[in-house]
């Protein structure tokens, strides 16, 4: 819906208290963020409405673009690097899988997000037939950071063991956006963020522990104000990836595990990232023309507030309603509300894509030349994310075997290379623990592994084919894969 009417004048944005609806976590904390924010500069208000106020305008520039993309487009874009800071105590990285579980929820993260941000999601069928031609395409990709800004490998994440629950931050309803995690010593500082998408993993606590993710996009940031905002998307760590019917949710994340599984909260809060909002417009559940926010944004309808749960319709054609739906007849909701956009507040499962509008405003921040069409008002400006499209080195991995920037320990040793059947690995000064072994052969597959827990280790290879293998050291904190001969 585009019609706003930003009514309220000086300063409070939302109307009600966000806390969570009774068996609802917060899905999203960008709104009670905002909210901090205005309390602290209250022409921050003003901003937020011009920022949406702007959106219909990069997306109706964007399809432009987009029909003239021949003549216009100068050049290529490619995947965005993502690296995921992965901050948790011992006992939630063992509860993921430890850097084999790690690796395999980035793996279909990433996953998730090129199906949803690209109509390649396997749920599209459930669409309506009323929101099939609204169903949008941003065309933006994305793929694991393979190496990090001096050229290091990397495979894409980094793993920081804390002590318990150390970050200290008085959290999204306190005042400020996990910088705790963001920073070295207590979390893992952002990559450059012109050349890499950060999302941080972490375990949220006390009066935070109901929320899923939040997220800082670069309107967010205004200097003088919140300038030390570090720009990406914080999430709970158990919500990272989607892997399937076999993902076992990790201990101590209770029931809300199971309806955000599929990997869309960073689908959301990448939403977020891109400048788009919430379809209900944060506003208390107000309509538009009644003191309402809204989206800025013309193909999607005027709605109340968050959509909670799994909201049941027919997919032949019905749809949901709110409090929004009858005014005056061009204000109605002719194909329901957007509940069923990723940027609605429901479950995983019943999200199904972003509005055309939703992916051309994210495809119009990211995808083309920053300052293209001359809306570069610093309110959500054309281009701002196109810097992240034009690294496409920095996917590309490291052949098997080479240490990563994450890898990287001093004092390893596998004795005796070559080996004719037992090696011995040892670690000195590196104050860890080795975890896990594998041993992995010149196909890829792995063909032996084995538990450690302490300094050192020796496994006889004796029976096993003579040849060339690796073998994968698994600390807490990443792994180190070293090549051996059997002989
Ligand atoms: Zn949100």
């Known amino acids: 819906m585009r019609k706003i009417l930003f009514g309220v004048v000086g300063g409070i944005l939302l109307h009600t208290s966000l806390s969570a609806q009774t068996g609802h976590p917060i899905r999203c904390g960008v709104p009670q963020m905002h909210q901090n924010i205005i309390v602290k500069h209250p022409e921050y208000a003003e901003k937020l409405r011009a920022q949406r106020a702007s ?25 965005i690097p993502v690296i995921f800071h992965i901050i948790l105590d011992s006992a939630q990285f063992v509860n993921m899988g430890g850097t084999t579980g790690i690796a395999k929820r980035c793996d279909s993260q990433i996953a998730v997000l090129n199906h949803d941000f690209n109509r390649e999601n396997a749920d599209s069928f459930k669409i309506p037939s009323g929101w099939k031609s609204l169903y949008g395409n941003s065309g933006i990709r994305f793929g694991l950071a393979r190496k990090d800004a001096s050229g290091n490998c990397s495979p894409g994440y980094e793993v920081k063991i804390i002590a318990g629950n150390t970050l200290t931050d008085a959290g999204y309803d306190g005042g400020d956006e996990f910088t705790s995690a963001k920073v070295t010593g207590s979390g893992l500082a952002p990559w450059d963020n012109s050349k890499y998408y950060n999302v941080w993993c972490v375990n949220f606590t006390g009066s935070s522990s109901d929320l899923l993710g939040i997220t800082v996009c670069k309107s967010d940031v205004v200097a003088g104000w919140n300038s030390s905002y570090e720009v990406g998307v914080v999430m709970l760590y158990t919500l990272l990836g989607s892997t399937g019917p076999t993902n076992i949710p990790p201990a101590g994340t209770g029931s809300w595990y199971n309806p955000f599984n599929l990997g869309r909260t960073l689908t959301h809060e990448t939403g977020h990232f891109f400048e788009i909002w919430h379809p209900s417009g944060d506003d208390g559940g107000a309509c538009p023309w009644s003191s309402g926010f809204d989206d800025g944004l013309s193909d999607t309808p005027p709605q109340a507030d968050y959509t909670y749960g799994n909201p049941t319709y027919t997919i032949a054609g019905g749809t949901i309603h709110d409090g929004c739906e009858f005014n005056a007849a061009s204000e109605k909701q002719p194909v329901g509300i957007a509940c069923l956009s990723y940027m609605d507040y429901t479950d995983d ?6 509005t055309t509008m939703e992916a051309e405003v994210m495809a119009g921040m990211t995808l083309v030349p920053t300052g293209s069409g001359g ?4 309110t959500g400006s054309i281009g701002e994310n196109y810097s992240l499209t034009q690294n496409p080195s920095l996917l590309v991995a490291c052949p098997l075997g080479v240490s990563s920037t994450i890898e990287t320990r001093s004092g390893l040793s596998i004795y005796p290379n070559p080996t004719t059947g037992e ?14 072994i594998a041993i992995v052969n010149i196909l890829g597959q792995t063909v032996k592994t084995v538990s450690c827990g302490k300094e050192y280790y020796s496994i006889d290879l004796s029976g096993m084919s003579k040849g060339i293998y690796f073998v994968k050291c698994n600390f807490a904190s990443g792994s180190v894969t070293r090549k051996i001969l059997l002989q």
């Open 375 to 378: 809306i570069t008002s610093g």
């Open 423 to 436: 090696i011995t690995i040892t670690v000195e000064g590196a104050g860890e623990q080795l975890n896990d």
């Open 349 to 354: 499962n019943a999200m199904h894509l972003f």
């Open 55 to 79: 959106l219909q305008g990069v997306a109706d520039f964007y399809r432009q673009y987009k029909a003239n993309a021949g003549s216009e487009r100068t050049t290529a874009v490619s995947a």
